[in-house]
């Protein structure tokens, strides 16, 4: 980490990234020159930061991964989570080599560029992490320059302004605009080497040749073919959560984060599905929390990830904080109390419920091995549950998956 008051740009600096403290962290810029203000977290996945990159929930932050090869294997249209990035950008300790993957559509520079996404390498990612798990998950400016010419009080200043996220509703900003279908025959089913995403009736060779447009744009689409009828609210949600629930035998249409209580009961909902996503759950609960009451009132089968579980906790009168680092990684070991069993899964929250706040019609039903905090609920009188990590994630084995089959079961 840099003298806070140093602004001497290095020979062969690029990038650079300027905290909220005044520290300043050198580097070499990748992808795309400008600057983005925000949180900055790390991140411990070995693999997958395309999908890491693309998740909404990232919105609003940077990415310090403790990996230290990524972009080795490339990029590519299959190992997405979002249409585009949402992530502001990514901090790396060693440069961007050319992609060694026989999946790879092009190189990860190239990918960031053209989503305009800034990347700083050469940073020692093991100072920044100890950096955050000290002193918590600063605001900073990832910024990125070819000429090597940067305005450090600036964006120092500019770091100092940002609000943080605490406060800050994001899912209005990365939710869909409109209603929309999700089907088997339109967003094919989970991913298969060799075969990407396919159903039962698409099996075409080759990775990308099994690739299909994963949302439907008929905002009346519904296939009438007897599977249960899942409307998901969409707060940000990642491509993959949709697919399990289609792979589970589910039918899925989505909604915006802001749809009413009316708009999704006119679709005839057998279950609702409260998607994850970015921000400060409480500055979503203004409009969502009322929405989720309603629909619990209903009695229909509810099922919540990350951000759609503690929106579930918020609307039973449980409270969320904001967490000193966050969990953020495809490692973290989590128990099930209802049988001991413990689950390798993937994270990515900077928000917890609090265990004390659970009502009494409420059982915490998973723990984090690492901290002890709460990753997963259900209530005793309604048929709703929700986890803190991301099922669909696959971090290795697929220890979650029973979750979309235990919803989808409790809809037949």
């Not at 690739?211 to 744009?217: G, R």
Request: hydrophobic residues 40%.
């Amino acid at each position: 980490m840099a003298d806070a008051t140093s602004s001497h740009v290095p020979e062969g600096a690029t990038g650079v990234l300027v905290l909220a403290s005044g520290e300043v962290v050198w580097g070499r810029g990748f992808g795309a020159e400008g600057q983005a203000v925000g949180e900055v977290c790390f991140h411990t996945a070995m693999t997958g930061y395309q999908e890491i990159m693309t998740d909404p929930s990232f919105a609003g932050q940077m990415i310090a991964f403790t990996f230290p090869h990524i972009g080795n294997v490339g990029a590519n249209p299959d190992d997405v989570e979002a249409d585009n990035p949402h992530a502001l950008g990514m901090i790396v300790r060693e440069d961007v080599t050319a992609p060694s993957s026989f999946r790879a559509a092009e190189p990860l520079d190239q990918w960031m560029k053209k989503h305009a996404r800034i990347g700083l390498a050469g940073v020692d990612t093991r100072a920044l992490t100890r950096r955050i798990r000290t002193g918590g998950a600063p605001n900073g400016v990832i910024a990125h320059s070819a000429d090597g010419t940067f305005d450090i009080p600036l964006l120092q200043q500019m770091a100092r302004e940002w609000p943080g996220l605490e406060g800050m509703d994001l899912a209005k900003v990365v939710t869909r605009e409109t209603h929309g279908g999700w089907g088997e025959d339109r967003a094919g089913g989970v991913w298969r080497l060799g075969f990407g995403y396919t159903s039962s009736s698409q099996r075409t060779l080759g990775s990308h040749a099994a690739s299909v447009t994963p949302e439907a744009q008929d905002p009346d689409f519904r296939q009438d073919d007897g599977k249960p009828h899942v409307v998901a609210i969409d707060y940000g949600s990642k491509h993959n959560i949709f697919r399990n629930l289609v792979h589970a035998g589910a039918k899925v249409s989505v909604v915006p984060a802001t749809a009413t209580y009316d708009e999704i009961m006119a679709l005839e909902p057998d279950g609702i599905f409260l998607s994850n996503g970015p921000g400060d759950p409480a500055a979503t609960g203004e409009y969502a929390v009322p929405v989720i009451r309603k629909l619990l009132e209903t009695g229909k089968p509810l099922f919540g990830i990350c951000l759609g579980h503690q929106l579930l906790g918020l609307a039973v009168g449980a409270r969320t904080t904001k967490m000193f680092q966050g969990h953020r990684g495809a490692n973290h070991p989590v128990k099930r109390l209802e049988d001991g069993a413990v689950e390798i899964t993937s994270m990515n929250h900077g928000f917890a419920v609090e265990r004390d706040s659970l009502p009494a019609n409420a059982r915490e039903t998973h723990v984090s091995l690492f901290d002890g905090s709460n990753a997963g609920l259900e209530l005793t009188d309604k048929p709703a549950f929700s986890v803190q990590y991301h099922p669909e994630a696959s971090p290795g084995p697929q220890d979650s998956f029973y979750l979309f089959e235990r919803f989808v079961g409790m809809l037949r």
